[in-house]
Every structure is written in C-alpha cells, then in structure tokens.
Nanobody, 125 residues
Framework: QVQLQESGPGLVKPSQTLSLTCTVSGGSITSTNYAWSWIRQPPGKGLEWMGVIAYDGSTNYSPSLKSRTSISRDTSKNQFSLQLSSVTPEDTAVYYC?????????????????WGQGTQVTVSS
C-alpha cells in the first residue's frame, strides 16, 4: 500500500518561496512508469494540477505556474519536493502530493490513485 505524506510550513509570507516535501512509503518514486505530482486546492475552488516529476526524474509544469515552480526529488529518502517562488495570498491552498501511472494524461487530477492527506498553506504577512 503506497502512502504519501506532505510536510512543510503552514504559513508563508508574501514574496517568499513556499517549500513542501512529500515522503513516500510502500513504493519507490523511481519505480518504472509512475508519475508523482503536486496538486492544490484554493479555498472555494477546484483542484489544480501544478507539476509532475516522473520515475526517470523528468519534470513538467502547469503553464500558468511554470515560471514560479520547481519540483525535485531525493531518491535516497524516497521524497519529492515542491518549491513555489514569489508567493501571493492567491497561493493560499491545501497542497497535495499524489501518484499516477505515467501517461500523456499526467495533468488530469482524476488519473491520480494515491494521495497524501493534504497540507494547508496560508500566504499572509
């Protein structure tokens, strides 16, 4: 059973960089043909796919967030991380990490079968 757990600060100041880590257990982030994404849900809005890191370390990002987003991984710890720079209050959301099979549909949130519980991040001074 794959389990994902998000961790990181719950409060970030405007203009700073939001950093979150997803720790995976019960499966390896380098296992062939899996994709690992960050997805967020602002208050009162739907789920928004942010970006993905695949089993081979390749990355792709939502065009609307690409200039501010970076996803990396630490295979020795079986973790992958999100960095979102220059945050504003509009980046306030519950942030999730999730797993899907690697396919052309990695940006479709319904493709994700394993999710972390989510972590609330508030951007405020």
């Amino acid at each position: 059973q794959v389990q994902l757990q998000e961790s990181g600060p719950g409060l970030v100041k405007p203009s700073q960089t939001l950093s979150l880590t997803c720790t995976v257990s019960g499966g390896s982030i380098t296992s062939t043909n899996y994709a690992w994404s960050w997805i967020r849900q602002p208050p009162g809005k739907g789920l928004e796919w942010m970006g993905v890191i695949a089993y081979d370390g390749s990355t792709n990002y939502s065009p609307s967030l690409k200039s501010r987003t970076s996803i990396s991984r630490d295979t020795s710890k079986n973790q992958f991380s999100l960095q979102l720079s220059s945050v504003t209050p509009e980046d306030t959301a519950v942030y999730y990490c999730a797993r899907a099979m690697y396919s052309p549909y990695y940006s479709v949130v319904s493709e994700y079968d394993y999710w972390g519980q989510g972590t609330q991040v508030t951007v405020s001074s």
